[in-house]
């Protein structure tokens, strides 16, 4: 303000006017209005890359729609991926943030705050889970968790020829196979020896499980998560829920429950996943903003819509830390 004030001081009241433009002018002209580049982006404007599970597709294309609506300067771009795929790309910086149905542990913390020297921002935002689906003449309406280990250990049940699923470097394959250790149900147990061996179908997308199992003539179960089947908007989600049957899934008080909404909040379905935002930025870029926009009523009103169960329904105050 000094240096502003001297300058005015030092010119002839019929040049002040024009002074005080020229200032003004070369200010603002030094800025850099697109946001673009590495550190100039702010909450509302700027281009950024996320990371996203397949399965999850659906909810997060919409959230970066709307909040492109809101804010036009903004540039979400999404990345797909498995769990593994795109922790490397957040390590490696070739994204900003990512969404995970994974919960990384304080070792875990520790060593990528390490690694990415920055504060990493972890955020719930909702919960979800693993549906496993058959064709509608299928004569199996549930399955127990002796079923499904059976599966993941490649030997068959009943008629069941194939297994749709979207890979073991997926969320949903590590977070059940962690629940059903925790139960007892080990990768090598004896139900592993029982039973002809299915074909394990390894596919990329959800989308790809469901369209197969839809096409296939021969008895079938896939495994996707809960997003693909649930978005009660979505016209693709709602066919497949029309063409294909929904399977009940035993838990550890041998109940059989669905995996929607209702049996999620109650904690009755066995394989509940909570689904993170990670980042770590280290300054109040776009990647915060939409992680804020995710926690608002809207973003929230909007994971519910699309099958999940929203962990802030009616918007809460988070705190992001910036180095």
């Given at each position: 303000?000094?240096?502003?004030?001297?300058?005015?001081?030092?010119?002839?009241?019929?040049?002040?006017?024009?002074?005080?433009?020229?200032?003004?002018?070369?200010?603002?002209?030094?800025?850099?209005?697109?946001?673009?580049?590495?550190?100039?982006?702010?909450?509302?404007?700027?281009?950024?890359?996320?990371?996203?599970?397949h399965g999850d597709s659906l909810l997060v294309v919409q959230w970066i729609e709307i909040f492109e609506m809101m804010y036009p300067k903004a540039h979400v771009i999404p990345q797909f991926?498995?769990?593994?795929?795109?922790?490397?790309?957040?390590?490696?910086?070739?994204?900003?943030?990512?969404?995970?149905?994974?919960?990384?542990?304080?070792?875990?913390?520790?060593w990528l705050k390490q690694k990415k020297n920055a504060t990493v921002n972890k955020i719930p935002l909702g919960e979800t889970s693993t549906a496993f689906v058959t064709q509608k003449a299928s004569n199996i309406d549930s399955l127990t968790l002796t079923d499904i280990r059976s599966m993941l250990n490649g030997k068959t049940l009943r008629n069941i020829s194939k297994f749709y699923y979207t890979g073991k470097n997926s969320s949903d394959?590590?977070?059940?196979?962690?629940?059903?250790?925790?139960?007892?149900?080990?990768?090598?147990?004896?139900?592993?020896n029982k039973g002809e061996n299915i074909q394990l179908v390894n596919l990329v997308r959800d989308e790809e499980c469901l369209n197969q199992l839809e096409e296939s003539s021969l008895p079938a179960i896939a495994m996707v998560s809960l997003n693909s089947i649930a978005d009660s908007k979505d016209p693709t989600a709602i066919e497949h829920l029309k063409n294909l049957k929904v399977l009940k899934v035993e838990n550890h008080r041998n109940e059989f429950h669905l995996p929607f909404q209702s049996q999620i909040?109650?904690?009755?379905?066995?394989?509940?996943?909570?689904?993170?935002?990670?980042?770590?930025?280290?300054?109040?870029?776009?990647?915060?903003?939409?992680?804020?926009?995710?926690?608002?009523?809207?973003?929230?009103?909007?994971?519910?819509k699309s099958g999940l169960f929203p962990l802030n329904s009616a918007g809460r105050r988070i705190q992001i830390d910036v180095n």
């Open positions: 303000m000094e240096f502003f004030s001297a300058l005015q001081k030092a010119q002839p009241k019929m040049k002040k006017s024009a002074v005080i433009f020229s200032i003004v002018f070369l200010i603002f002209g030094c800025q850099n209005y697109n946001y673009e580049g590495r550190g100039n982006d702010v909450p509302t404007a700027g281009s950024i890359k996320v990371g996203v599970e991926g498995s769990y593994n795929e795109l922790v490397n790309l957040w390590i490696n910086d070739s994204i900003q943030g990512v969404f995970l149905h994974k919960e990384f542990n304080q070792e875990e913390l520790n394959y590590q977070n059940i196979d962690t629940i059903l250790i925790s139960l007892g149900y080990t990768r090598k147990g004896e139900e592993s909040s109650a904690k009755q379905y066995p394989f509940r996943h909570t689904l993170f935002s990670y980042e770590s930025q280290g300054y109040s870029g776009l990647i915060k903003g939409f992680v804020i926009y995710t926690n608002t009523q809207s973003g929230q009103a909007l994971l519910q």
